[in-house]
C-alpha cells in the first residue's frame, strides 16, 4: 500500500538555525509528492509539491527534493523564523488515488 | 475565488443532540474531502467524494457519522447522536481530481458535552 513516514516532533529551533524535517514512503506505482503546512487554528495549506523525480519543490524558503532511489522528500530551510511555527505534514499522491498524509511533525522557532 | 468554506466555525453541544457541519467546495472542484483531527489521533480522513459520489467511506467511525453531498456545491456531514468523544476539529477539503492538490477549509471546531 502507500504510506508516509514523518520523523517525531516537536522540532524545537533557534530562530535563523537550519532546519530539516524527514520523510520517507511507500508506494505502489510513481507518486507525486507534497509538503503541507498547518499554522495555530487555521487549515492545512499546500506549500509545495513534486511530481517527478529528481524534481525540487520550493516555496517561501523552504525546499524538499524527490529522491527516488532513496524513497524520500525531507523539507529544509536555510534559516527559519519565528513565524515558520507550525505542523508539517508531508503527503504523497498516485494517480488515480487520494492523497496519504504523514502523522505530522510540530516545529517550534524560538527568538 | 474564496476558497473552501466551512460552517460553522465552532460548534458547542450537548451529548446526544444531533450536529450537522457544512462545507462549499472551490467552484470547478470535483473531489471533496472530510477530515477529523485530534490530538490523539492526528489527521484522519472520514470520506471523500468524487463528483458527487461517495467513494470510500471506511474511515466514517461509526453509524453516527453520515455524509451527503446532493450537488457539486454542497457538503454535509453529520453526527446523531453526538458524543463526548466526537470533540475535534473537522475539515473539509476540496480538489480538481482525487489525486490532486486539496485545498483545505478553516474547519469547524466541535466540542461536544
Known amino acids: 500500500g502507500n504510506s508516509v513516514t514523518q520523523m517525531e516532533g516537536p522540532v524545537t529551533l533557534s530562530e535563523e538555525a537550519f532546519l530539516t524535517i524527514n520523510c520517507t514512503y511507500t508506494?505502489?506505482?510513481?507518486?507525486?509528492l507534497f509538503w503541507y503546512v498547518q499554522y495555530p487554528g487555521e487549515g492545512l495549506q499546500l506549500l509545495l509539491k513534486?511530481?517527478?523525480?529528481?524534481d525540487k519543490g520550493s516555496n517561501k524558503g523552504f525546499e524538499a527534493t524527490y529522491r527516488k532511489e532513496t524513497t524520500s522528500f525531507h523539507l529544509e530551510k536555510g534559516s527559519v523564523q519565528v513565524s515558520d511555527s507550525a505542523v508539517y505534514f508531508c503527503?504523497?499522491?498516485?494517480?488515480?488515488?487520494?492523497?496519504?498524509f504523514g502523522a505530522g511533525t510540530i516545529l517550534r522557532v524560538k527568538s | 475565488d474564496a476558497g473552501v468554506i466551512q460552517s460553522p466555525r465552532h460548534e458547542v453541544t450537548e451529548m446526544g443532540q444531533e450536529v450537522t457541519l457544512r462545507c462549499k467546495p472551490i467552484?470547478?472542484?470535483?473531489?471533496l474531502f472530510w477530515y477529523r483531527q485530534t490530538m490523539m489521533r492526528g489527521l484522519e480522513l472520514l470520506i471523500y467524494?468524487?463528483?458527487?459520489?461517495?467513494?470510500?467511506d471506511s474511515g466514517m467511525p461509526e453509524d453516527r457519522f453520515s455524509a451527503k453531498m446532493p450537488n457539486a456545491s454542497f457538503s454535509t456531514l453529520k453526527i446523531q447522536p453526538s458524543e463526548p468523544r466526537d470533540s475535534a476539529v473537522y475539515f473539509c477539503?476540496?480538489?480538481?481530481?482525487?489525486?490532486?492538490?486539496?485545498?483545505f477549509g478553516p474547519g469547524t471546531r466541535l466540542l461536544v458535552l
Open positions: 503527503a504523497l499522491s498516485v494517480y488515480g488515488n487520494k492523497l496519504v
Open positions: 508506494a505502489t506505482g510513481y507518486p507525486s
Open positions: 467524494f468524487n463528483n458527487n459520489v461517495p467513494i470510500d
Open positions: 467552484s470547478g472542484h470535483n473531489s
Open positions: 513534486a511530481t517527478k523525480a529528481d
Open positions: 477539503a476540496s480538489s480538481l481530481g482525487v489525486q490532486e492538490t486539496q485545498y
